[in-house]
């Protein structure tokens, strides 16, 4: 069974935003924060090799709007969120 949660950054700005959500959301679940810039496909690599059930990404699309990418890795659902709106 998957559990816990990825946090990834595809821009070295985002990892202020990252740190804050990871700190938030150890609060209720595991959480592995990558700080280094990686590219999506490396992300998701990494997270479904830690067995995360949802990975999470801020890339610059991302950081311009204030959201973040969300995959849900059980359902392979994709979104972007507000990333105040993210839990």
Aim: glycine content about 6%; aromatic content about 6%.
């Amino acid at each position: 069974k998957r559990d816990g949660l990825y946090l990834g950054i595809m821009e070295p700005e985002a990892i202020n935003t990252i740190l804050e959500l990871a700190h938030i959301q150890r609060q209720n679940q595991k959480v592995y924060t990558e700080y280094n810039k990686k590219s999506l496909k490396a992300h998701l690599k990494a997270a479904d090799r830690l067995g995360v059930k949802k990975c999470a990404i801020i890339g610059e699309d991302e950081l311009k709007a204030g959201e973040i990418w969300v995959k849900d890795l059980g359902t392979k659902e994709e979104r972007r969120i507000a990333i105040d709106q993210f839990n």
